[in-house]
């Protein structure tokens, strides 16, 4: 049963009020990732601690620098059940993990992060991390 979308809101905002936009179904999740160009960060949103903590805060900082990728796009795990999982078969070789942060380039996924790469860092080290990434991939 997916959570109700009341305690979901705050946390999609999050992300939305800085530019990324939301996939709610499979249709939307391969519009953007079959496509064979530019960079796409995908933040799986999730209701959880390490995401209110480190994931959405610390993407939220990766973005003030001047690399950055092309496309911003989010799947809420736990809610948007559909679209998390057609993200999810873009990512393989991974399991699925939320949150989790994943860049693609020109169509390939190039960098993920798991949730356990998440867990117990703080915010501004995964936003460092992310902005190294974006150093070399955008």
């Known amino acids: 049963m997916p959570y109700p979308e009341s305690i979901c809101a705050p946390m999609r905002e999050e992300l939305t009020a800085v530019g990324f936009e939301e996939l709610k179904n499979a249709p939307e999740v391969d519009a ?47 809610q948007d059940l559909e679209a998390t999982a057609e993200a999810r078969k873009f990512m ?3 399991p699925p993990s939320s949150p989790s942060i994943a860049l693609f380039k020109d169509g390939k996924l190039v960098h993920f992060i798991e949730r356990h790469m998440i867990e117990g860092r703080s915010a501004t080290v995964i936003a460092e991390h992310l902005k190294s990434t974006y150093e070399e991939f955008c």
């Open 92 to 94: 393989v070789p991974y």
């Open 32 to 78: 953007v990732l079959e496509k064979k160009e530019g960079t796409v960060l995908v933040m799986v949103n999730s209701v959880c601690g390490c995401a209110a903590g480190s994931a959405r805060p610390g993407v939220r900082m990766s973005l003030a620098g001047d690399k950055k990728p092309s496309k911003l796009v989010t799947v809420f795990a736990g």
